[in-house]
Structures are given as C-alpha cells and as structure tokens.
C-alpha cells in the first residue's frame, strides 16, 4: 500500500526511517528545482536538498498536516535557501549572480520557444536587464515569484511556504512581477522594433 | 467595468480572476494590450533550464540523508519544558558586552601587513577553525541524551572557544558582522560544552542540540566555512 504523504510523516514521526524515505524520494525532484532556481547554483542547491530533509526529519513533530507536506518542505527550503543567500550577500560575493565558472547563470540560459536570431537578440538585449531586476527582488519577493511562476503554487500555498499573510503572498509576487516589468519592458520595446 | 490596472493584469496572467474581469479583458482592446505585453514578459522567463536529474535522483538523496539523520525518532525531540527565550537574555547581554570591550581594546592597533594579507589570514583561519567546529557540532547532534556527559567533546570545545574568541574579536575588529554573528552563535554552544561537567544532564544535551537545531547552526557553519576558505584563496 503506498503512504500518503500525511501517513507517511505520522510513521516516520514514529521512528520508521522507510516512511521518511518515501517522502525523500517522492519530493527531492520538486525540492531540488525550487532550491535550484533560488540559487542559480547546482552545487549549493544539492546542499540545500540534503539539509531541508535534514531539517524536516527533526521538525516532524511541527508538521501539523494543516497545509500539504510538500508547502511544509517549500518553508523549510525556502528558509534555509534565504539564509544561504544572505551569508552570500554579507560577503558581497553574490555567487548566486556572478559569472562565476562554477555558477550557470541561469538567465543567461534563459530559453527563447525557439532559436530564432531575433528571439536571440531580443533575450540577448534584455538579459542584463533581467540580471539587475532580479538582483532587486527581495528574497521574499524571489521566493513567491518562483512558486507561483515555476511551481505553479496557489496564493495560499505561497503563504504557508512563506510563513505570511495571503495577502502579503499576493503582493510579494506582484512586486516581484512589477520589478521584472519595469526593468525588461524598455528592453522588449526596443528588441520588438 | 473599470480597466484593469496592474495588480489585475498579474492576476489574470496567472488566471486568478473572475468571469466578469474575463470578459472585459476579451472585449478591452486597451486592456488586452497591455495583458500581452505582460504576458509576453513573463512567457519568456517561464523556461527556467533547471539541470535535468535521473528518475532515481530521490533514492541518492535519501542515500545521502541517511547517515545524518538522528538515531532517535523525531517525535522525541522536544524543547525541554524549562527552557524559555529569556534564559538565554544574561547570556546575550554578556556577549554584548564583550563584544563592545573586545572592539574597544582592538580597535587602535596596527600591524605592519596589508589589510588584504589580514583579512587573507582571517579567513583561512576561520575556515580551518569552522571545519573543526562543524566535526564537533556533527558529533554533538549525534550524541544520545541518555549517553551521560560530553567528556569525549569538552577538551576540544575548550581549545575551540579559546580560538573562537579571539576570531570573534579579529572579524569585529574587520567589520565582518557576518562572520562575528555566527562565531557569536557558535560561542555560545561551545561555552556550554566546555562547561558541561562529566555528568551532564540529558536535558543540558537536548538543550544544546535545540539550539544548534534552531539556528541552523551546523549549516551555517559549513557554508560559511566552505565560502571564507574560498574567498581567502582568491585573495
């Protein structure tokens, strides 16, 4: 018989470590992706998948079942991958937005529908745009785009993960799309002409 | 019906509007020009090339969680009942104070090095010393409450605090607050075990394994270690 995820956490509260492991395996994929895109960098996303179920194994008993587990593994990735970022911007190294050897820029890699040389020069032109509306994101702001925008998380989702009001999900996703736009449109219209 | 501003044109994107709003925006040529500037924006973020992992990519993570997780099952591990936040305020308030005396005391010295060189020093000391920190904190978050006493920890968590101290007042004195918050945090752990006597209560341990918890200390410990060392080589 195969666990939801709810029984599945109340077994591993209880000790059995095959419980936690379906949850592992089941939702590494979504985790990864999420830690991924919040950091731009594959290795510190891999650390931020091993640490989230790090920290999800000894907050079980905080698992109330009220939102799904995996809004409930979002929270903790996102927490961890908030603190990950800051130690980076204290250090004024922000590797997760350099040309770092090591870091794939993932806007760099942005993928135009397809490889059309105007397509081209148009993501070409408005990639530094992006690059610096981005950086502006606050992390909160960064989070919700990337639930809402990648992981297709409703407004209430969001807020779990984020640990705030609906309402204050809402407006971190509007002002994350607010600073996208802003920054790309005068791009778009000059790469349109 | 009102034009959409932009708040509504974020939710229509994201098709959270009602039927009313739907068919205005069919109807608005206005409106319905803006809905494609933005949609045209956001479509061309939406391809986010994540690196691709193989279906068995959850079974080499569990393979990498396992040997972390704690013997003990989850459910176990609560806060002790005594333990409230404001045990914690004598504490605080003494790290507060040192770290103004340590700043005071430090603060006109001048050494004859580069401040590069020194902050190249600073960092390849700090990430030695958190390497050896992260070992002790691995150990213990490991360690059974039930176990009775740190004795195999104490004697090096002395030499670390002693190191750990003198860290803490060289990167207050570089104005690195990052490094000088966590070496904070890690002082704090690192006194209770050097002054944990040989049969330390089980509550003490469950105490210091909270807080390490809590703050994510281990975690942060090893990423900050891994970036100083990084940084110092590129110095």
């Known amino acids: 018989m195969e666990w939801t995820d709810s029984a599945a956490a109340d077994e591993a509260r209880r000790g059995n470590q095959q419980a936690f492991r379906v949850l592992v395996e089941r939702h590494s994929h979504s985790i990864f992706r999420l830690a991924f895109r919040m950091t731009g960098n594959e290795h510190d996303a891999e650390d931020l998948v091993q640490e989230t179920f790090l920290r999800a194994y000894k907050q079980l008993h905080q698992f109330d079942g009220r939102s799904g587990f995996n809004t409930w593994l979002y929270r903790i990735c996102a927490n961890c991958s908030i603190d990950l970022i800051r130690a980076r911007k204290r250090r004024n190294e922000q590797q997760t937005f350099t040309g770092d050897s090591l870091t794939v820029h993932w806007l760099d890699r942005v993928a135009a529908p397809g490889p059309s040389p105007e397509r081209l020069m148009q993501s070409s032109q408005i990639t530094g745009r992006v690059e610096e509306a981005l950086k502006r994101l606050t992390d909160t702001e960064r989070m919700a785009f990337i639930l809402r925008h990648y992981e297709g998380c409703d407004i209430e989702q969001i807020a779990s993960a984020l640990g705030v009001e609906a309402n204050a999900a809402k407006h971190s996703v509007f002002r994350a799309v607010q600073k996208l736009r802003r920054a790309l449109e005068p791009a778009w219209g000059v790469a349109a002409r | ?235």
């Open chain 2, 1 to 235: 019906m009102r034009h959409f501003d932009e708040d509504l044109l974020v939710q229509a994107y994201y098709g959270e509007i009602d039927e009313e709003s739907r068919r205005h925006l069919e109807g608005c040529d206005g409106c319905r020009s803006e809905f494609n500037r933005l949609r045209e924006m956001l479509d061309s973020v939406r391809d986010y090339p994540v690196p691709p992992r193989k279906s068995s990519y959850g079974t080499e993570v569990w393979v990498r969680v396992l040997p972390h997780l704690p013997a003990e099952p989850p459910s176990t591990r609560r806060r002790p009942r005594w333990f409230q936040w404001w045990t914690l305020v004598p504490a605080l308030a003494a790290l507060v104070v040192i770290a103004f005396v340590a700043g005071m005391l430090t603060e006109q010295r001048q050494t004859g090095i580069s401040a590069k060189s020194r902050e190249r020093v600073l960092l390849m000391a700090i990430g030695d010393h958190l390497d050896r920190s992260q070992v002790l904190l691995t150990e213990l978050v490991h360690e059974d409450p039930e176990s009775g006493g740190l004795s195999g920890q104490r004697d090096r968590a002395r030499e670390l605090l002693t190191e750990n101290r003198l860290l803490r007042q060289s990167a207050v004195h570089m104005g690195d607050v990052s490094d000088a918050d966590l070496l904070d945090a890690l002082e704090r752990v690192l006194l209770d075990v050097a002054n944990s006597s040989s049969s330390t209560a089980s509550n003490d341990l469950q105490t210091i394994q909270q807080r390490i918890d809590d703050q994510g200390l281990l975690f942060k410990v090893r990423i900050t270690g891994a970036d100083a060392r990084e940084k110092g080589q590129k110095l």
